[in-house]
């Protein structure tokens, strides 16, 4: 291999875990579906901004994302977006119950805000 190919294969692999590429994005209507094949694993999302929520006395702070497919409640330690901001983020499905495959209080929690 000469070392164009060389180069042109190293970058691929480079980009290939990059966080800002256009693609590897989970419908959420996938983790809606089967909650419990995402339980503890994380997941790259993106969508609309529909509802913000956020309680101080208790430190509680999430929003609604909406893709699509569906809407999942996403739980955050960072700023709050503004309702209708279209946002990408890497974080971690949650629930608080697993029953019979229905997931009660299902959420993601974000890790990372991707531009």
Not at 30 to 45: C, H, M, Q, R, S
Not at 72 to 100: C, F, H, Q
């Given at each position: 291999m000469n070392n164009r190919t060389w180069v042109v294969l190293l970058a691929a692999l480079a980009l290939a875990g990059c966080d800002y590429l256009p693609f590897g994005y989970?419908?959420?209507?996938?983790?809606?579906?089967?909650?419990?094949?995402?339980?503890?694993?994380?997941?790259?999302?993106?969508?609309?901004v529909r509802d913000v929520t956020k309680l101080p006395v208790l430190n509680v702070k999430m929003y609604t994302l909406s893709d699509d497919t569906a809407e999942?409640?996403?739980?955050?330690?960072?700023?709050?977006?503004?309702?209708?901001?279209?946002?990408?983020?890497?974080?971690?499905?949650?629930?608080?119950?697993?029953?019979?495959?229905?997931?009660?209080?299902?959420?993601?929690e974000e890790t990372k805000r991707l531009p």
């Open positions: 989970t419908p959420v209507r996938d983790i809606v579906a089967a909650p419990a094949n995402f339980e503890g694993k994380e997941v790259k999302l993106r969508g609309t999942i409640t996403i739980a955050t330690e960072g700023n709050l977006p503004a309702v209708n901001d279209r946002i990408a983020l890497k974080g971690i499905v949650k629930s608080a119950l697993i029953l019979g495959g229905q997931s009660l209080g299902l959420r993601v």
